[in-house]
């Protein structure tokens, strides 16, 4: 074998390093020309890995309609940069960082998750770029964003309101509520209690508990112990499976009452604990509502079946086509000018629109247009929280998701 | 696209003097920290709430935190290895580090809890304009990054390093020789803990946010990952280590821009794989990794 030399690895290594960070600029021709970069941060790995691929390709989608459609700004195109945000917060702040700078993106859109949104939000600001959010905690919004932070999604507390509703509806008289020690849980789990005292009923018991845990025997048996009619359980994916594990072994009956990205998460939930230890969890989401225009015609570009319930791509979309919107209200690309562009072409008022395409034609020729998207009727407060945007009600019975209603904080 | 790579640099900085802090307790003086990611985080929120609650400046503050580092190592080694050997002492680390992850996770009114703690000062952060700020931050982890490994050189070359390579190769050795093991372990940590302290700290002022998600597992991973490619027990070549690691993982998101046919998803999953493979081939043609430990050598002619 041949003698390594300290100079020798030096050498080697160097040139290994160089290519990859040869590599954006060979493509630099290709990033400077007359397209308008877009960063798409999306989890495609992580504990919410499932859902990156639809809103991906509801990206792509929505940029090649509007592209083929001749583009924004006296036909300049939009350039996607998709990358996965692997669910984790250090890995959000370094992308926003390459989208800025490497890319010279002005709108950085998806962010699935509020560690991943908390984190880039001070990036976002200090730059003056954009940043579109699919998260839920209401951090994300508030204290000074400059107008430069935008949530495509229900603010938390809302959820709290719509699920707090339906349960006292449902007619449970005591329930025990158990949450994941997690920035957008702990809203809705106070908005729930609150108005189940507020109603006059009783909570039995009421427990945070920690994410990655092996078992949650001793959680399960201090809230499902007390026989409660019904368990509200807030959390994510992994922790409800262990979760309802043991409430099947422990022969506990409460109902129970959770969130669609924990007792579906695209079939996984089901997938993971069979239908029997599934039967009659009742699950809550904030969706789009699928009889809105908007949301058929974004059912058309995906391709996809008229009964097919999107939960995030739809956002996707929306964030999309609002950049494109503002930056064609304000004849730039620069986030400082379109940003400000934003709330006149969501909320009005001028003529109610639910097409991107027909919107960026009535914008050139200067008529003022209120946008309706396929995620919602997006409209926003000045601080950027989105509003209109209802949550679907599921009921699982036989393995199947029943869908029982929509609705509206 | 400068930008970017002064800010990844900046990255290497920090994650090359967790990886020396890692080196020195492990490769140097054979005491494994599988608690790395909890001692991490405690540097980073100790720097941070110093600074937010304490109304310390970013010095004192990145002081403070080495030295509370410092000491929560210094008594995770004493407690621990008075009573017991070597191998309970790697369980040790890693229980107290997920214990430090769950208090910052769940005592809301320190730390805040999952929301974590946002708008960290940055050293100097009003003087210098934000668009030359990268720089000066990169300016700063630099020239620790080299004040850790003259420190960390210095204290190999030392009488006190002999003593860390022996009890790293036999204790009863050592003992003896007359060398108080349990002192110098002790030592050894703590002084592994003040440097975790400063990367910590250094952490905290490049995200100017922190939760505790930011200190999984993973972070350990990363550290011995960056110690073995580097060889265990060479300072200079834990940087290269570290380097090599951040190369790969941020490096590797530009395969895209150079092969259009890898979809997003693809590439998310084909990424970790490519991350796996080069350090199996490291393994393999360098199973030394990229540098020797220090050894005195005289010629005699």
New interface residues.
């Given amino acids: 074998m041949k003698k ?1 030399t ?1 100079r020798k ?2 050498k080697r ?1 160097g040139a ?2 160089a ?3 040869a ?6 021709a290709h990033a400077q020309g007359a397209s308008i970069p877009i960063g798409v941060a ?1 989890p ?2 992580g504990n919410a890995g499932a859902y ?2 639809d809103m ?1 390709e509801a990206a792509k989608r929505t940029a090649a309609k509007i592209n083929s459609a001749g583009g924004i700004l006296g036909g300049r195109k939009l350039e996607l940069f ?3 945000s ?1 669910s ?3 890995v959000a ?2 992308l926003s ?2 989208f ?3 890319h010279k993106c002005q709108a950085l859109v998806g962010y699935w998750g ?2 991943e949104g ?2 880039s ?2 990036i976002a600001v ?1 730059n003056k770029v954009v940043l579109m959010v699919s998260s839920a ?1 209401n ?1 994300i919004t508030e204290g000074d964003t400059q107008g430069y932070v935008w949530r495509f999604q229900m603010k938390a507390t809302d959820w709290g309101i719509v699920i707090g509703r339906a349960v006292q509806r449902l007619g449970f008289k005591n329930i025990g509520i158990m949450g994941l ?3 957008f849980v ?1 809203p809705i789990m106070k908005t729930v209690e609150d108005q189940m005292k507020t109603a006059g009923r009783t909570v039995t018991g009421s427990l ?1 508990y ?2 990655e845990q092996p078992s949650y025997r001793a959680e399960v048996e201090r809230i499902f112990g007390k026989k409660p009619e019904a368990v509200c359980c807030f959390g994510l994916l992994p922790d409800f499976v262990s979760i309802m594990k043991e409430v099947y072994r422990g022969g506990f009956d409460s109902k129970v009452i959770a969130l669609s990205i924990m007792a579906d998460a695209e079939g996984k939930f089901i997938e993971a604990v069979g239908p029997q230890v599934a039967e009659g969890i009742r699950h809550f989401q904030p969706m789009p509502d699928t009889s809105a225009p908007g949301y058929k015609k974004f059912l058309k570009l995906m391709g996809a079946p008229d009964d097919r319930v999107y939960l995030f791509p739809p956002n996707t979309h929306d964030q999309i086509a609002v950049v494109a919107m503002a930056m064609e209200k304000a004849k730039s690309p620069m986030a400082v000018d379109w940003s400000k562009q934003i709330i006149p072409v969501c909320n009005g008022p001028g003529q109610n629109i639910d097409d991107v395409v027909d919107a960026l034609k009535l914008i050139r020729a200067g008529k003022p247009v209120n946008f309706s998207g396929a995620g919602s009727t997006c409209d926003f407060t000045p601080n950027g929280d989105q509003l209109g945007r209802g949550m679907g009600h599921w009921i699982i019975q036989g393995g199947k998701n029943v869908f029982v209603e929509y609705a509206k904080p | 696209m400068i930008s970017f790579l002064i800010l990844i640099s900046t990255v290497v900085c920090f994650s090359a003097i967790l990886a020396l802090a890692l080196n020195f307790q492990w490769g140097l003086g054979g005491m494994v920290n599988f608690g790395m990611a909890g001692l991490y985080a405690l540097g980073t929120y100790s720097c941070a709430l110093l600074m937010l609650k304490g109304g310390a400046n970013t010095f004192f503050a990145t002081l403070g935190a080495m030295a509370i580092v410092a000491a929560a190592c210094g008594v995770i080694a004493l407690v621990t290895l008075r009573v017991t050997e070597e191998d309970y002492f790697a369980i040790v680390t890693l229980g107290v580090g997920e214990m430090l992850r769950l208090v910052a996770l769940n005592e809301d009114w320190l730390t805040k809890g999952a929301l974590g703690l946002t708008g960290i000062p940055r050293p100097l952060g009003d003087v210098i304009a934000p668009e030359y700020y990268q720089y000066f931050l990169l300016g700063l982890s630099v020239a620790l990054l080299a004040g850790t490994v003259w420190f960390l050189n210095v204290i190999a070359r030392s009488p006190f390093g002999r003593i860390m390579r022996a009890l790293r190769e036999d204790d009863v050795v050592a003992a003896t020789l007359g060398k108080h093991v349990l002192w110098a372990r002790v030592r050894i940590f703590a002084i592994g803990g003040a440097i975790i302290g400063l990367a910590g700290s250094l952490h905290g002022f490049y995200y100017q946010y922190i939760d505790p998600t930011q200190f999984s597992n993973i972070v350990i991973a990363y550290a011995f990952m960056a110690v073995i490619a580097g060889g265990r027990g060479a300072h200079q070549g834990v940087i290269w280590g570290a380097a090599v690691v951040m190369v790969l993982l941020e490096g590797s998101r530009f395969m895209k821009d150079l092969i259009p046919v890898l979809d997003s998803d693809q590439l998310a999953a084909i990424r970790i794989i490519i991350i796996g493979i080069g350090l199996i081939l490291l393994l393999v043609f360098r199973p030394q990794g990229f540098m020797r430990e220090y050894r005195l050598q005289v010629n005699f002619k």
């Fill in positions: 390594l300290r690895v030096l290594l290994a390093a290519l990859p960070i590599a954006p600029f060979l493509n630099l999306l495609f790995t990156g691929p991906a998709i990358e996965d692997e984790s917060a250090s702040a370094n960082q390459k800025i700078n490497v509020t560690p908390m984190s939000r001070p200090q905690a951090a020690q997690n920035a702990l945070i920690n994410p």
